[in-house]
């Protein structure tokens, strides 16, 4: 029940296409829902984080889509640039606990 | 901008044999966690640590590993006899409170990479 799980395992898109990661959870608890962005041998950074009670988010050309009903969330980029190359990871939290538990990744390369 | 440091930044070490990785936190934070990522793998959590105690870990922090705030400004972890399996990317992170508003946010170092042979 702690699980995130996280599609696609990898992505490649085109310059200025939209580049987008799932990611679905079984814990109604969680609370708490960031993606992070880690480059080659960095840590991970946070990228854009969202509450349940707001559906959408969006920070530049990244947004997050919430879904509560289905238990869904999405980052969508858009106007996708080679220096978004990464991997992504969805994460959870649930206010019960301190750890937040991360999906899967989702390696992104952007292609010219 | 503040950052969490970690050393080293890659370690090799013999099965069997101890190692301690450190991280310096952010100077203001409070809570401190260690995770793991096995190479291509997810990111895992392995502990958290607050007022000078674990107050929470999880079933991969078994006795061989153990963490440690020694002079209230390094945060360590030490893994007794490292295993084969232990081989990893060991990251810090550290936030100020749990409320994870606005620019209170989880932080991770660059991390320390484990090579056990």
């Known amino acids: 029940q702690q699980q995130v799980k996280q599609s696609p395992q990898s992505l490649i898109v085109q310059k200025g296409g939209i580049s987008i990661i799932n990611c679905a959870y079984e814990?109604?608890?969680?609370?708490?829902f960031p993606w992070y962005q880690q480059f080659p041998g960095k840590g991970p950074a946070l990228l854009i984080a969202?509450?349940?009670?707001?559906s959408e988010k969006k920070e530049g050309r990244f947004t997050i889509s919430f879904n509560k009903s289905a238990k869904q969330f999405s980052l969508h980029i858009m106007d996708s640039q080679p220096g978004d190359s990464a991997t992504y990871f969805c994460a959870a939290r649930d206010f019960g606990n301190e750890k937040l538990t991360f999906g899967t990744g989702t390696r992104l390369t952007i292609i010219p | 901008e503040p950052e969490v440091t970690q050393t080293p930044s890659h370690q090799v070490t013999q099965m069997g044999q101890e190692v301690i990785l450190r991280c310096v936190p952010i100077?203001?934070?409070?809570?401190f966690y260690w995770y793991r990522q096995i190479l291509g793998q997810k990111v895992e959590f392995l502990v958290s640590?607050?007022?000078?105690?674990?107050?929470?870990k999880s079933e991969i922090f078994d006795d061989q590993f153990s963490v440690e705030r020694p002079d209230g400004s390094n945060f360590t972890l030490k893994i007794r006899s490292t295993k084969l399996e232990d081989s990893a990317m060991y990251f810090c992170a550290s936030i100020r409170n749990l409320d994870l508003l606005g620019t209170n946010v989880l932080t991770f170092g660059a991390g320390s990479r484990l090579t056990v042979l």
């Open positions: 640590f607050y007022n000078n105690e674990i107050s929470e």
């Open positions: 100077s203001n934070h409070l809570y």
């Open positions: 969202i509450r349940p009670d707001v």
């Open positions: 814990n109604t608890a969680f609370d708490y």
